[in-house]
């Protein structure tokens, strides 16, 4: 019986220090600078910036931040804007962060309030690895379709849309 539980353990030892790997190379190919709650700094999201909340401390959902809300695309298709609280709800992160660039001032494109709006209330054919939130985002902020599966895939394209490192700020309380 100790066996498999050491089998388990080994692997998730493996995973942790596959994530911890991943995260470097991010670092060292400079697509980010502060991955979320690496930094304290806070900053007040405005309409556009691309905020994220983590699921469960292995992954990271996305969203565009627009009136005080969170558009998002939902794991049923349905594009919807949502309050911060309800972003956090059922995960297991409790702080949400905004892609910023190395002044901390949030990354915001200049179509992705519209892009955002007009997706609003629609249906997009949810998939986790051809159809997500990360790509959601990316096609808000560029205007363009492209496969993103991976929150770290969504950092090197944000990093190339607005020429700068992401560095992942807190959101201040006060707009939580």
């Given at each position: 019986m100790p066996l498999p539980l050491l089998w388990l353990g080994a692997g998730i030892a493996a995973a942790?220090?596959?994530?911890?790997?991943?995260?470097?190379?991010?670092?060292?190919?400079?697509?980010?600078?502060?991955?979320?709650?690496?930094?304290q700094s806070e900053v007040t999201p405005?309409?556009?910036?691309v905020v994220c909340c983590g699921i469960y401390e292995l992954f990271q959902h996305t969203g565009i931040w627009l009136d005080g809300n969170i558009v998002e695309l939902r794991g049923n298709g349905l594009i919807r804007g949502i309050s911060p609280s309800r972003f956090l709800a059922d995960r297991s992160g409790n702080r949400i962060f905004?892609?910023?660039?190395?002044?901390?001032?949030?990354?915001?494109?200049p179509d992705a309030v519209s892009n955002a709006l007009e997706r609003l209330y629609t249906y997009?054919?949810?998939?986790?690895?051809?159809?997500?939130?990360?790509r959601f985002v990316y096609e808000c902020v560029s205007g363009h379709s492209r496969r993103i599966t991976r929150f770290a895939e969504l950092n090197a394209a944000l990093k190339a849309?607005?020429?700068?490192?992401?560095?992942?700020?807190p959101v201040h309380p006060s707009r939580r």
């Open positions: 942790y220090a596959g994530s911890q790997i991943a995260r470097e190379k991010q670092k060292s190919d400079g697509h980010i600078r502060h991955f979320p709650g690496e930094h405005v309409d556009g910036s905004v892609a910023c660039d190395d002044a901390l001032t949030p990354l915001v494109a997009s054919e949810y998939d986790l690895v051809s159809n997500n939130c990360h849309q607005f020429q700068t490192p992401v560095h992942w700020q």
